[in-house]
């Protein structure tokens, strides 16, 4: 019988794809064998020209559900003859060519051996199988094997070794595999670093008890640790608050399960799907009116109208949540803007000032990842990713490039909401959330990551892309690899980038039409030298040309403008002239002489859309100085959608003036809102009218284009009110692209830039065509 092998590429490594064919090679009674290697799974096969088709039909209807084919294919090999079908060892020959495993949520069948007192895995807190668990958190090296990954240190029992090589297992070639005899040991320190003397099966109702009387535990979890203590004890809550500096930026809570989320929250299908997913993002929900969690609304996320709210992912929360029967309090083990602490002793070390108990394992994280964090809109259920990490980092499918497209790049990405990009033999790898590279701790976490990437993937970049702004770290970081390397180094402004980013999602670079870019977000330095945040542009024949912006005013004080909203209000009124009468309560009269005199000197101007929300939230009174990034601008939304709610999207907005140079004059916009403001008009109405304005302020850039398909990006876009709003008003008239599975913030800056290089490199390629085919003609 003839021999083919099949070559199948993806995600097809920790998501059980070896069981899988081994099962469906067996139940098809073929002979052959199957390997991971550094480009995907190799089958070779005997088998006959007319079913080879057949069964390549059957591996894609059949496949495992976390997998994700890209490629497969066949060609006939010289003769070889099998007598059985086999799972062979992996091949480690060649350079990685795959697309990463992320991690996953407890699968139900893992959930129902953990509740299963006749199993021998019943209440291990560690359990998986080849559906779940860890996978990118604990990799070392590739292909994926447990020899490489933090699971190679633990020794299998003569059970689970059984499971191991049987087919009919769920944990047939099961590289996490498990139980009590080959555990994953726990224990339990506390704050002073006394560990506490208890059997491991005592454990779980040790930190229940300490939850319930009011403590505050550390948890190592998949990709770092948890602080969680009781959601409905407020004295717990604002203790946390207290000693996280953390006054009104919301916390998320995890429920115990799916009926406790129905019961209590308002969730349409596509959020239920997706909160019930491998994933098991955070997801930001509205309440059910008059139900007992709106206690919880103002304690949890103060002044907002949503709670982000998790299921419990791996066995160990689920075994505490079933335990408690209640929401708990779950959040980050880091400090301000640095990333999440995922190391036993720095946690201990460092968290110790917030935390009572720790409840620690040894199982290693190599690569640690903040809960992913999605919300969709009220009324058109727009998915907006708000930070993309545990669970859809780092693989990212796209289309938008060329796979043959050689060259091996990195992109550094923006300073805040931090990712990188990596390319390499037709994938793309987009890192997980990195944090505030301000930050020291960050900056750690994100030069760790870059090297653990290129040392997972066996990548040498050939070329480095950077922010156009000289001091990011990123930059900083980009051209110090650059010059390590010996590399080229290209720059890429950041709103262009933005505009990249949405247009690569969608596989737009090849599209006919021109496309407006609609990039709305707080700071980015632009091309003139001025801080950029309004922009418009236009994509036409593979290049991005700026065509509009918002009217530039005064940026002052760097970063404190960002921090304080009564300044961008100040400095916004003064550049039209206006009377500071609104808020000059929030400042004393030396500050309002001083930063008067800063406004007069300033050279340095803006158009940011970020900042004109906060501005229009400290006119309203809503919020002069954030305590977290964003906070003026998400109390102005929940204003906005509560009238909404009441009254409709249809409102019209304010006025506003297009120059002649395709400015946008939006003095006509402040000066009706301060009108209204002093007429005693309902703030919700106000502040719906102002979104309502941005909306009609696309509409007419567009129009003015003659543009009829609208991408947009940009840290605002993650304004579900708004985004809602330009469906409504836009949608049918236009075709509207928002991005789906990257964040409309700074994370998606990355992937922009590479998307950027690659349209540059083929608009080089094009031109070189055209005036050698000139040359021939002339």
Not at 410 to 420: E, V, Y
Not at 481 to 501: K, N, P, R, S, Y
């Amino acid at each position: 019988m003839k021999c083919y092998h099949i070559h199948i590429e993806g995600r097809v490594q920790g998501v059980g794809f070896r069981p899988f064919i081994y099962n469906l090679a067996k139940n098809q009674n073929l002979r052959g064998t199957v390997s991971n290697t550094m480009d995907g799974v190799h089958i070779f096969l005997n088998i006959g020209d007319e079913k080879i088709v057949q069964f390549e039909e059957l591996i894609r209807r059949e496949a495992p559900p976390q997998s994700i084919i890209t490629s497969i294919r066949h060609i006939e090999i010289p003769n070889r003859t099998f007598n059985d079908f086999t799972i062979i060892e992996s091949h480690l020959q060649g350079t990685p060519d795959l697309l990463i495993t992320p991690d996953f949520a407890i699968c139900d069948q893992c959930s129902e051996e953990l509740n299963d007192p006749d199993n021998r895995r019943y209440q291990y807190p560690y359990l998986t199988c080849t559906k779940c668990g860890p996978r990118f958190s604990i990799e070392e090296e590739l292909p994926y094997d447990r020899s490489r990954t933090s699971m190679k240190s633990f020794q299998v029992c003569d059970d689970c070794e059984t499971e191991y090589h049987n087919p009919m297992d769920i944990r047939f070639y099961s590289q996490t595999n498990s139980c009590p005899d080959c555990k994953i040991s726990q224990w339990i320190v506390d704050k002073n670093r006394k560990q506490i003397n208890l059997k491991e099966e005592e454990m779980v109702n040790f930190i229940c008890d300490k939850i319930l009387s009011g403590k505050i535990v550390a948890i190592k979890g998949i990709g770092g640790f948890l602080l969680m203590c009781d959601a409905q004890n407020s004295e717990n809550v604002k203790e946390l608050r207290k000693k996280k500096h953390r006054p009104t930026k919301p916390f998320a809570l995890m429920y115990p399960n799916e009926a406790f989320v129905l019961k209590n929250l308002k969730i349409s299908r596509d959020e239920l799907s997706e909160l019930k997913s491998a994933q098991s993002p955070i997801l930001l929900l509205k309440n059910i009116d008059g139900k007992k969690i709106d206690s919880m609304q103002q304690l949890i996320a103060p002044k907002l109208n949503r709670l982000g709210v998790m299921l419990p992912y791996a066995p160990l929360l689920v075994l505490i949540l079933q335990k408690l029967n209640r929401p708990l309090l779950a959040t980050s083990g880091n400090f301000k803007g640095s990333p999440i602490i995922f190391e036993n002793q720095k946690a201990i070390e460092s968290l110790n000032l917030f935390v009572d108990y720790f409840l620690l394992n040894n199982r290693r994280i190599q690569v640690p990842q903040d809960d992913s964090v999605v919300r969709f809109t009220d009324t058109h259920g727009q998915k907006i990713m708000i930070r993309r990490s545990r669970g859809y980092a780092p693989g990212f499918l796209q289309e938008s490039i060329d796979p043959l497209f050689d060259e091996k790049v990195l992109s550094m990405g923006a300073l805040l909401k931090s990712t990188f990009s990596i390319w390499q033999k037709g994938r793309c790898h987009i890192s997980q959330f990195l944090g505030d590279t301000t930050e020291l701790d960050a900056q750690i976490c994100y030069d760790r990551a870059v090297r653990h990437f290129m040392n997972l993937l066996q990548f040498k970049p050939e070329i480095i892309i950077v922010d156009k702004h000289p001091a990011y770290f990123t930059t900083l970081f980009g051209r110090e690899l650059a010059a390590i390397h010996d590399t080229g180094l290209f720059q890429v402004q950041h709103h262009e980038a933005h505009f990249w980013a949405v247009l690569g999602e969608h596989n737009l670079l090849t599209n006919d039409e021109k496309i407006l870019g609609v990039v709305f977000d707080g700071t980015g330095m632009g091309n003139d030298g001025a801080i950029w945040g309004g922009e418009f542009f236009s994509f036409d024949n593979g290049k991005v040309k700026r065509i509009s912006h918002l009217s530039y005013y005064p940026h002052i004080l760097g970063d404190k403008m960002s921090r304080e909203p009564r300044l961008s209000a100040m400095a916004i009124m003064n550049s039209f002239g206006l009377e500071y009468h609104l808020i000059e309560a929030q400042f004393t009269e030396q500050e309002i002489e001083l930063y008067t005199k800063v406004l007069e000197r300033s050279t340095l101007k803006t158009s940011s859309v970020g900042r004109l929300f906060d501005a229009v939230s400290s006119l309203l009174g809503l919020c002069h100085i954030n305590t977290y990034e964003g906070e003026a601008a998400m109390y102005l939304e929940c204003l906005a959608r509560k009238y909404a709610d009441q009254h409709g999207l249809n409102i019209d907005g304010y006025g506003f003036k297009i120059t002649e140079k395709g400015v946008v004059d939006f003095n006509p916009l402040l000066t009706a809102i301060i009108k209204d403001i002093n007429a005693g008009e309902n703030h919700g109405l106000i502040a719906v009218r102002f979104h309502t304005t941005l909306v009609q302020l696309i509409e007419t850039i567009a129009d003015f284009s003659k543009i009829n398909t609208i991408a947009m990006s940009g840290g605002v876009f993650q304004n579900g009110l708004l985004v809602d709003m330009v469906i409504e008003r836009l949608g049918n008239n236009y075709k509207l692209y928002f991005h789906n599975e990257l964040s409309p913030n700074d994370e998606c800056v990355s992937y922009g830039q590479l998307v950027a290089y690659y349209a540059h490199t083929e608009n080089k390629r094009t031109e070189k065509i055209i005036s050698k085919f000139n040359s021939i003609l002339e």
